[in-house]
């Protein structure tokens, strides 16, 4: 079992930047594949970006590579995105996920085991 907070939200105007931090539970958080999802008013959820175990492989969303960076702390069972750069249309309920899978291209909303609770990010301009 892994719970999963985030922290880190809130309101910005474009062009700022913001962390999220998401504070897991759980001793075998180091095994499993962490990624970040968004949600804006009436689209799908979205993979943003995703993390292995080891931090040796990463995938990015094509909107926001070259913006945002997601890392990991496996010894504080944290992981981050921090966001440059930010946009209008990033303004969402970020998500932060852990997938059993080893290989971050494979996580989705549908196969993710634990989620947390989302943290708002507005962007304004």
């Known amino acids: 079992q892994v719970q999963l907070v985030e922290s880190g939200g809130g309101s910005v105007q474009a062009g700022g930047s913001l962390r999220l931090s998401c504070a897991a539970s759980?001793?075998?958080?180091?095994?499993?594949?962490m990624g970040w999802f968004r949600q804006a008013p009436g689209k799908e959820r979205e993979l943003v970006a995703a993390i292995n175990w080891g931090s040796t492989s990463t995938i990015y969303a094509d909107s926001v590579k070259g913006r945002f960076t997601i890392s990991r702390d496996n010894a504080k069972n944290t992981v981050f995105l921090r966001m440059n750069n930010l946009k209008l249309e990033d303004t969402a309920v970020y998500y932060c996920?852990?997938?059993?899978?080893?290989?971050?291209?494979?996580?989705?909303?549908?196969?993710?085991?634990?989620w947390g609770q989302g943290t708002q990010v507005t962007v304004s301009s």
């Open positions: 759980g001793r075998t958080f180091s095994t499993y594949t």
């Open positions: 996920a852990a997938d059993r899978t080893s290989i971050p291209a494979s996580i989705t909303a549908m196969t993710t085991d634990y």
